[in-house]
């Protein structure tokens, strides 16, 4: 273990010399502060719906779950949410307003979301909303948004299929995480066969169906496919299944508490993923998770998803510092946490193209929004609503980080609606 | 489903899916041994019971990090004392709460379920202040983790053998302090007639303290032991609380025999249904098995002979 801290803390004296000689051009071709003024931007020419906006500050929400199951997951959304904000303060805020913030706990709970989401925007009348993370979460307050005409954003990586005018999704949809990594694996690992594994809802249902399409797509063969019951603390059955059948990879989308039990009962099956065979991939084990299930029970494993947060580049070792700086050093940041991070600069960027903050025009400014200053690199918004991002692969190690060991030459185009894959 | 493998590989998978199956027993065992204790011998539905593991799984936590740093020369035996640390937590705290809320609501059942859902609630809440809502990585020793080869086929997790050689001793343990000792033979007594009890000089109040506090030491145990296999994070402990009430009913209240012969029902239909249907269908079937047998016979499957 203390190895690893040194050696990362070299990297990023290394890094930080290179921010200031060429990094800092480049973050401020977009974010440096413009030193907008509020005066310029009077108050009734940019906010002609009634949004919680004065001379000074412009209100926004936060809204996930900070009590119940998905706290464990949640937290980091809401850490990186809270350092944006507070970083656009620190740079003049937007059009000359401080943000500030009311943050509701949905409290694991679908309806308490709508609810919170209705009283954010009926009540508060926020300007944007920063939230949900389960794709339940998020289907119960679609409605709300639509209904009202709300704007939210929303960082989990998910299973697609959907496309709200009043939603910008700053994670993966399915095809963008899924596909580049199994022609990875086919690729370089010479993977044939594939075992799918996944919880009971869904994320993995549609995930696999999308892997299996690509899978035979790929001439390759599917040799089992399994789901759990949320919650599952059992796996030898399936680990037995998994030696018999002796597939090169398992693919495994298996969330919360069941992750632990289910890496935990691997490694104590005697199933090495440090050798070559059989390969582990998976979608749904972030830095977050890895902090739960130990670094010594996943060690050898592959990863598939945007984010790592070893990735070496100037902005995200700025990033993580600075979280680090806000959040205590012993934090670790996944996929998602990056991923709700890029909100508030997302609609930071469409706000001050429009000129305002009305909803409609955001929403007419946001697709071609750029980000050059994102820790996972270069992203832009398309015009369905989701990111052009690039796909990483990280390979894990026992101190719980990831190594990055493939990733995509271009930015991925998001597809939620992806055909032949339904 | 089998005909491209040979025998070999048959016999190899089925013994260790026999194994998988006995592992389940004893995870089932030890999850529902505590509850038995509460909910059979004293009528008690202890909603907290999994709050209850979770403490014993957090103590665990707390112990590998003192050992680590103050002793690490003997971190590799810090899960015995681990254990021995939660039943003690856990069975102090288990006797606060009947002393402070259950006891007086002995005459109230009903009451008690919410009040201990309550309980549950607050531990969450209290875990999550303390130890964060982020689930904690326990480090497990290292001569704990792995798996012992027996053939190329077979290989047997040294955390199965634990929890199976714990699940023996804990159910050994209660066994004798039940039907061996003093301290039983006044449990089953205040079970059959609380007032006859106390008329004949048992100190009816002490033994429930004594009892509820014992049912949650070892809930604490077996938590402590399901670092191995599971998570520690604050809702954790509503992973088990499903299956342990299904064994301790389908088993019958107020039979601790009833409900290790329930465990070993639920866990074999469950593991050999897992292996050849898909994991969520095979949780079907259980429960609805379960509920079949439980509509015939409604008492469970061993049912203590009272004169009603």
């Known amino acids: 273990m203390s190895d690893t801290p040194k050696k990362s803390i070299k990297t990023m004296e290394a890094s930080r010399r290179s921010v200031l000689m060429g990094g800092t051009a480049l973050a401020a071709s977009l974010f440096a502060p413009k030193f907008l003024k509020a005066a310029d931007y009077p108050t009734a020419a940019v906010n002609t719906t009634g949004l919680a906006v004065t001379d000074e500050d412009v209100t926004i929400g936060i809204l996930h779950s900070i009590t119940g199951t998905m706290a464990i997951s949640e937290t980091g959304s809401v850490q990186a949410e809270k350092l944006a904000i507070e970083q656009i303060n620190a740079q003049g805020g937007i059009l000359g307003r401080k943000i500030k913030y009311i943050q509701e706990d949905g409290a694991s709970d679908w309806p308490t979301f709508a609810e919170k989401a209705k009283k954010l925007l009926v009540n508060d009348k926020v300007a944007s909303v920063m939230g949900c993370w389960t794709s339940a979460s998020r289907k119960a307050v679609l409605p709300v948004f639509e209904q009202y005409n709300g704007f939210l954003y929303y960082p989990t990586f998910y299973e697609g299929l959907e496309e709200s005018p009043n939603v910008i999704y700053t994670g993966q949809e399915a095809t963008q995480q899924i596909i580049a990594g199994l022609d990875w694996v086919a690729e370089t690992k010479g993977a044939k066969s594939f075992y799918l594994l996944g919880s009971d809802y869904i994320w993995p249902r549609t995930s696999n169906k999308i892997a299996r399409k690509h899978i035979e797509k790929l001439g390759l063969k599917v040799v089992g496919e399994e789901y759990y019951p949320l919650g599952h603390t059992q796996f030898n059955s399936v680990i037995n299944k998994i030696r018999l059948k002796k597939p090169d990879v398992i693919y495994a989308i298996v969330v919360g508490g069941s992750n632990v039990a289910f890496y935990k009962q691997l490694k104590a099956a005697g199933i090495d993923m440090t050798k070559e065979k059989p390969v582990l991939l998976t979608i749904s084990v972030t830095e977050d998770e890895i902090r739960g299930i130990g670094g010594e029970n996943i060690e050898g494993a592959y990863a598939c998803m945007k984010y790592f947060q070893s990735l070496d580049n100037p902005n995200n070792i700025a990033f993580v510092e600075e979280f680090k700086k806000m959040w205590g050093d012993d934090m670790v940041i996944g996929d998602v946490t990056q991923a709700a991070y890029l909100g508030p600069w997302l609609w930071k960027a469409a706000v001050e193209k429009a000129g305002s903050f009305d909803i409609d025009k955001v929403r007419e400014a946001s697709p071609g929004i750029e980000l050059t200053t994102a820790p996972e690199g270069y992203v832009k918004v398309h015009k369905n609503h989701h990111l052009w991002s690039k796909t990483r692969v990280g390979h894990a190690k026992a101190d719980g980080q990831y190594e990055v060991v493939f990733e995509t030459a271009e930015l991925v185009e998001p597809d939620p609606f992806p055909e032949g894959y339904q | ?308």
């Open chain 2, 1 to 308: 489903m089998f005909a491209e493998y040979s025998m070999g590989e048959l016999g190899a998978i089925f013994a260790m899916q026999g194994f998988a199956g006995l592992i389940l027993f004893s995870v089932f065992v030890l999850m529902a041994l505590g509850l038995a204790i509460i909910f059979g011998q004293m009528g008690v539905i202890n909603m907290a019971h999994g709050e209850f593991m979770i403490l014993g799984a957090y103590v665990t936590y707390l112990t590998s990090n003192l050992f680590a740093t103050y002793i690490p020369s003997l971190f590799s035996i810090y899960f015995f004392l681990a254990m021995i640390l939660a039943f003690f937590v856990t069975a102090a705290l288990g006797m606060l709460v009947e002393w402070s809320m259950i006891r007086h609501l002995y005459k109230r059942p009903l009451d008690t379920l919410l009040a201990t859902w309550g309980l549950s609630l607050i531990l969450q809440q209290v875990y999550r202040s303390v130890f964060g809502a982020r689930e904690v990585g326990v480090t497990i020793p290292e001569w704990m983790m792995g798996s012992l080869p027996l053939t190329d086929m077979i290989e047997i997790p040294i955390n199965g053998i634990f929890v199976m050689v714990l699940a023996v001793g804990i159910s050994t343990a209660v066994y004798i302090m039940m039907f061996r000792s003093s301290w039983g033979k006044q449990v089953r007594a205040v079970t059959q007639n609380r007032v006859m009890a106390g008329a004949v000089g048992i100190n009816t109040e002490r033994t429930d303290r004594l009892t509820f506090g014992i049912g949650c030491g070892v809930a604490g145990v077996a938590g402590s032991a399901f670092t191995m296999i599971g998570s520690t994070g604050p809702t954790a402990g509503q992973l088990y609380i499903v299956d342990t009430f299904l064994v301790v009913v389908f088993g019958g209240a107020a039979s601790l025999l009833g409900t290790i012969a329930s465990a070993f029902s639920i866990s074999q239909a469950q593991s050999i249904m897992e292996f050849f249907l898909s994991g969520s269908m095979a949780k079907v079937l259980t429960l609805l098995t379960v509920v079949g047998i439980l509509m015939l016979r409604p008492q469970g499957l061993f049912a203590l002979k009272l004169r009603k």
